[in-house]
């Protein structure tokens, strides 16, 4: 009985404690993927929309996450049958939560549209979605989705360990995000990050912050454009396939 409820204690501990199992090196190996993925998340954003340099940028910055995060420890990922949810709640919940994010960035980017300063910052970020190849930015998004969940809601998380680890892994992502000088992204990365923290907290796990990042990414890729676009036009008149 002893070892079981040490097993469970293990499985549910949110981190492990600061200084305890994650080493000096690993937290190194956190700070230069932190500074790195910072770096051509910049770069990545001051590219013109649907150039090579764009793609190439954006696809480096998601295997700095992943690369940094895997290299600081294996990702927890909890399954369903040493976890005390059900597969439907570590599927299915995390989908729904995509999608009502997706619902609640809509009203607010009907309200940012009258706020100058946020409606210039999601124009000039949905530009690379309506510019772009459709395949590859939608590419993009989901490998960056991923990656970013393996890295800030893995190996930040887990580095900070006992040190408040959900406001602390977020302002690292805010932090990250402010690269950009997107202060549309800011506010996404704040919001986001928060909700993909707590669900990495109360899950133990990344699965249930991956999924709920690609719902939600997806969602916004195909749908939110539509609302920054001038009526009857769009930005890039080269015909796409169907």
């Known amino acids: ?30 700070a230069a993927a932190v500074v790195a ?24 910055v998601a295997g700095t996450w992943l690369v940094g995060g895997l290299a600081a420890g294996p990702a927890p990922l909890p399954s369903a049958r040493h976890h005390p949810h059900s597969l439907g709640r570590l599927v299915g919940l995390p989908v ?22 946020l409606n210039e910052s999601l124009t000039s970020v949905l530009s690379y979605a309506d510019r772009g190849s459709d395949p590859w930015v939608m590419a993009t998004t989901l490998a960056n989705g991923v990656a970013e969940e393996v890295f800030f809601r893995g190996a930040v998380f887990t580095a900070l360990g006992s040190h408040h680890p959900v ?59 539509a609302l920054f676009r001038t009526p009857g036009t769009r930005p890039d008149p080269t015909p796409r396939p169907a």
């Not at 409820?5 to 190194?28: C, I, L, N």
């Not at 302002?171 to 202060?183: C, F, L």
Request: avoid cysteine.
């Open 37 to 60: 993925g910072t770096g051509l998340l910049g770069a990545s954003l001051s590219t013109e929309p649907d150039s090579t340099e764009f793609y190439a940028l954006t696809f480096a």
């Open 167 to 225: 406001p602390a892994s977020t302002a690292v992502y805010v932090a990250t995000t402010s690269a950009t000088r997107n202060p549309a992204l800011m506010l996404a990365a704040g919001v986001m990050g928060t909700v993909f923290a707590a669900q990495r907290r109360a899950t133990g796990g990344l699965l249930a912050p991956i999924l709920t990042h690609v719902t939600w990414s997806a969602l916004m890729l195909r749908y939110l454009p």
């Open 1 to 30: 009985m002893t070892a079981l409820r040490g097993g469970r204690a293990a499985r549910e501990a949110p981190a492990p404690p600061a200084g305890g199992t994650v080493s000096r090196g690993r937290k190194g190996l956190v």
């Open 96 to 117: 729904v939560t995509g999608a009502a994010a997706f619902g609640a960035f809509v009203g607010a980017a009907l309200v940012a549209r009258r706020i100058p300063v």
